[in-house]
Structures are given as C-alpha cells and as structure tokens.
C-alpha cells in the first residue's frame, strides 16, 4: 500500500478534489490522506510515499519538516530543498539566459534591515542608490515587487520617481525588485505539471484576486505560433526550476511573451477561484503525475548527502521479482549521487 498525503492551508476544493481522485483511480494500491504531524524524532520513520505540499513557504515547521521526510525518500512536490533556496530574481535572471523573454528588472538593497544591522554592517553597500541608472534601464511604467512572495502582496505599479520612493519607503525588510511593467495584449497563467503537461489559461488580472472572474474562457485565445511558444517557454521554466507543479505567467506584448511570475510551487487550484475546467485539469494531471511516480518509481533527487547514506538510500523503483534476484546474487556498488 502506497501512501501519499497532502498538506494544505486554508484551501478546501482542491485538497478533497485531489484525494478522492487518487483514492479512485489508485484502485486501493494507493491511500491519499491529509497529513497529520506533530513532534517529528530525528529518526523519524518514513510515513508517505508522496506528500504535495501547499503551505510549507509560509509555516517554517511545515518546510524542516519536509525536508527530514525527503531524507526518507519521500518524494515532495515540489522539492523542499529547491524551493527554500530559490527567488523571483534568481529565477528571472536564469530563464533570460535560456531564452524566455524577461522584462528588465533590477534587484534592489532593502530598505530597512532587523535590529542590530547598523550601517557599519552595510559598508558593502553603494550609497546613495543610482536611483537614476535604475530607473532609466527600467522604464515607466514598473511593478515594484518582492524577489519572493505571492498573494499580490506589496506588488506596486510605479509611474514616476516620486512614486517609486513612496512605495520603496513602504516595504521595510522586505528585498524589492523594480520591473519594467508589459503593457500586455493579453495575458495568459499556465499550470505545468511533471516539466511536460501544461495548461494556457486566459487571464484577466484587471479583475479583482480571487474572484472567479480572473480565468476567462476564451476559445483560441493565442495563435498557434504563440501558443506554441508559450508551451515551450513554460516547460523550459519548469524544467530548468525543477518544478513539478507551478504555474507560469506570461504579460504578452506585440507578439512576445514575457514571463512576470514562475515561482509559484503551489498555485491556486481552487473551484471558485480557477473554475471547474481549470480545476479539473489541474486535479487530473496531478493524479495521473503521482500515480505514474508510484507505479514507475523516481531517483532520489541529487543531494550530496544521498552519496553519504550507507546503506545507499533505497530507490524508490519497484523492482521486478527477477531483476531483485539478480541484483541480490551481486555484490554492491558503491552508493553514488544519481
Ligand atoms: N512586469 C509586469 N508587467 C505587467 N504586469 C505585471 C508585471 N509584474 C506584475 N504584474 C501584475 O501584477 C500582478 C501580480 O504580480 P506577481 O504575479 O509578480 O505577484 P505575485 O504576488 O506573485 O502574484 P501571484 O501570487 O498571483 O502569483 C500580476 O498578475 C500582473 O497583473
Ligand atoms: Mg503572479
């Protein structure tokens, strides 16, 4: 019996949507369940074959404790290691050097710093800020904008140098990007799932967040050409990112597709929010993706502690009752970091 668990926050359709679909079409090989956790031991046994994470990028217990449970061979979606060490400006920076087009944008110092960082702690610091140089490469307008986040949180579009303050002024501690605002077309929210299966949504941000009323329905939104592109941009993302599940955003202007947002590892997959389409496919994908993992099985991902486990940590991949034979009759490699 394979064992797969979901945690959530404060979602509620797509946590049911996604267990009862693995319950059915898992035919009793496989459970799905939420989560349950509370003191973890350090040699804390393994528990779940899969665990989809939704919330660990806000609740620090939830994120070390998924990262103990991937030393057990859990597979996390997406991983915990990864996603911790990633950021909107890394990320940006990263899918301009492989081809997507990016608008310009540039990672700004905090503003404000935690108690104890004086300005003898920020000698490496330029100061003042070449305001000026930042704002001439950007442009007017800009979306001033966390390098890590979601939610639309202290996201501000930005006409003028006087406004650009103002906001700066506002975020404290948090580290700010300045983006050169697309003044789109159209817009389009792609879900990826497994770094192959992708969905283009129309998307009309001008509408209030989760409303229901951002996913519009429109038949041939994008030409083939661009439909085309936006796919492959999305894979070439998620590939490179590692995502098993993300959804990408793309601002589109004069026929180009700039992606805005990536780093998305738990994307609003909600009934009233996505619509039943959406919703559907995001479920159906996800549990096809886990099912396919179990009945295939997956390496463990490439930590540099996976070289040191001895025994070399299990694979996950169930083996035929004849290769087990066999590889018992032989004498054991050494463990490597595949
Ligand atoms: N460079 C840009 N050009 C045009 N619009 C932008 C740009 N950056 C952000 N926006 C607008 O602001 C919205 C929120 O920005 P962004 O997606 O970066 O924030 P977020 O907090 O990650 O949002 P979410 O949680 O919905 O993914 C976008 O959906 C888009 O409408
Ligand atoms: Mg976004």
């Given amino acids: 019996m394979k064992r797969v668990g979901i945690l959530v926050g404060r979602e509620v359709t797509f946590p049911e949507s996604i267990i009862n679909s693995i319950n059915e079409k898992g035919g009793g090989d496989v459970v799905a369940e ?13 528990r779940y074959d899969v665990i989809i994470d939704r919330i660990s990028h806000e609740i620090p217990y939830y ?19 990864w996603w911790s060490a990633d950021d909107k400006f890394f990320n940006f920076s990263l899918a301009a050097k492989i081809g997507v087009a990016i ?27 070449d305001w ?3 704002v001439n490469y950007v442009g007017f307008p800009a979306f001033l904008k966390p390098f890590d986040g979601g939610g639309w949180k202290n996201v501000s579009k930005i006409h003028s140098l ?23 077309d ?20 001008s509408k209030p967040y989760l409303s229901g009323m951002q996913y519009v329905n429109v038949e041939d939104y994008l030409t083939p050409e661009l439909h085309q592109r936006v796919e492959q941009d999305v894979i070439t993302i998620c590939k490179a990112l590692g995502y098993d599940l993300n959804t990408v955003e793309f601002a589109i202007k004069d026929g180009i597709p700039y992606a805005i947002d990536f780093m998305n590892p738990a994307p609003d997959a909600e009934l009233a929010s996505v619509g039943e389409y959406n919703h559907r496919w995001i479920v159906d994908a996800m549990t096809d993706f886990i099912l396919n993992k179990i009945n295939t099985g997956w390496e463990q991902p490439n930590y540099h502690w996976t070289s040191l486990l001895n025994p070399a940590a299990p ?22 970091t595949k």
Avoid at 35 to 42: D, Q, W, Y
Avoid at 63 to 81: C, D, H, Q, S, Y
Avoid at 103 to 111: C, D, F, Y
Avoid at 315 to 335: E, G, L, W
């Fill in 315 to 336: 694979k996950t991949k169930p083996k035929s009752p004849r290769a087990a034979k066999k590889s018992a009759a032989k004498p054991k490699s050494k463990a490597t």
């Fill in 63 to 81: 994120r070390a404790m998924l990262k103990r449970m991937a030393l057990e061979g859990t597979l996390v979606i997406n991983n915990p290691f």
């Fill in 186 to 205: 159209q817009f389009v929210r792609c879900y990826c799932v497994g770094q192959e299966k992708v969905l283009i949504m129309p998307y009309d941000p």
């Fill in 34 to 46: 939420m989560v349950t956790v509370g003191g973890i031991r350090l040699d804390e046994a393994k």
């Fill in 103 to 129: 608008p310009k944008t540039v990672l700004l110092p905090q503003h404000s710093y935690i108690k104890d960082i004086t300005s003898e702690s920020l000698r490496n610091l330029e100061f003042p800020l």
């Fill in 132 to 134: 000026d140089g930042i």
């Fill in 162 to 184: 006087e406004q650009l303050f103002e906001e700066y002024n506002k975020s404290g501690t948090l580290c700010m990007t300045l983006q050169e605002g697309i003044e789109y």
